[in-house]
């Protein structure tokens, strides 16, 4: 069992709809990251949250917010997304910044389609 | 800026076969590297990993890896293959940001198929 809790599993949205995914970790990590994985490629990534501050935005454009309320949750807010989008969104943590080797834990991840 | 190498898209071997997906590296400091097995519909799993110390790593489900770093290599190998290792393998090399967190840079990936 992932340790790493995504949802929703599965998300259908328009291109005017606003929805987010939700990512929750209690296993003490202060790093959080949100990567995107279209098929048959590897995850990209796109943000990550060291102790709940953005410390890394891999110019991802606006209509993807991210939001860390807290170091065990994990937010990404959708708005205005193009079908181009739709991808399987992993979230992942590491015990922490610093000297962090670095592994990553993963969610199962949130399949998003945009219609 | 650091970058891994997965060579072969897409191996098959038959049950009972040795197993060897081939990752090289990029890397103007010491690496810590990782494999990752993914299976469908699912997240990614680690499967070993080399920060320091003994350079033969060894790894869930009868994994290990080798880091050579005269040939800036960390091969994947599975004596024996089982038709449950089919599924996509990623080696990765973490980028650490002793400022922040660190930066997990992936390989293309390798479709490991089993032939019965």
């Known amino acids: 069992d992932t340790e790493v809790t995504q949802t929703p599993k599965h998300l259908v949205m328009g291109m005017t709809n606003k929805k987010s995914l939700k990512c929750e970790q209690h296993m003490g990590h202060r790093a959080m990251y949100w990567y995107k994985q279209k098929a048959k490629k590897p995850p990209e990534l796109m943000f990550v949250?060291?102790?709940?501050?953005?410390?890394i935005n891999e110019s991802v454009p606006s209509r993807f917010s991210p939001e860390c309320p807290n170091s065990s949750l994990l937010n990404l807010h959708l708005h205005a997304l193009q079908p181009e989008d739709s991808a399987l969104y992993l979230c992942a943590s590491s015990p922490s910044g610093g000297a962090d080797t670095g592994e990553l834990f993963f969610g199962e991840g949130s399949r998003l389609t945009v219609l | 800026a650091q970058s891994v190498t997965q060579l072969g898209s897409h191996v098959s071997v038959s049950e009972g076969a040795l197993v060897l997906l081939r990752c090289n590296y990029s890397?103007?400091?010491?690496?810590?590297l990782f494999w990752y097995v993914q299976y469908p519909n699912q997240g990614l799993q680690l499967l070993l990993k080399?920060?320091?110390?003994?350079?033969l790593v060894k790894g869930i489900n009868g994994f290990e890896a080798e880091f050579k770093k005269s040939e800036t290599s960390f091969h994947l190998t599975k004596p024996s293959a089982h038709m449950s290792d089919a599924a996509e393998y990623f080696c990765a090399v973490s980028e650490v940001m002793y400022s922040s967190a660190s930066k997990i840079i992936f390989g293309s990936g390798t479709r490991l198929s089993i032939r019965p």
């Open positions: 080399y920060t320091t110390g003994a350079t």
């Open positions: 949250y060291s102790y709940e501050k953005l410390s």
């Open positions: 890397s103007s400091v010491p690496p810590y």
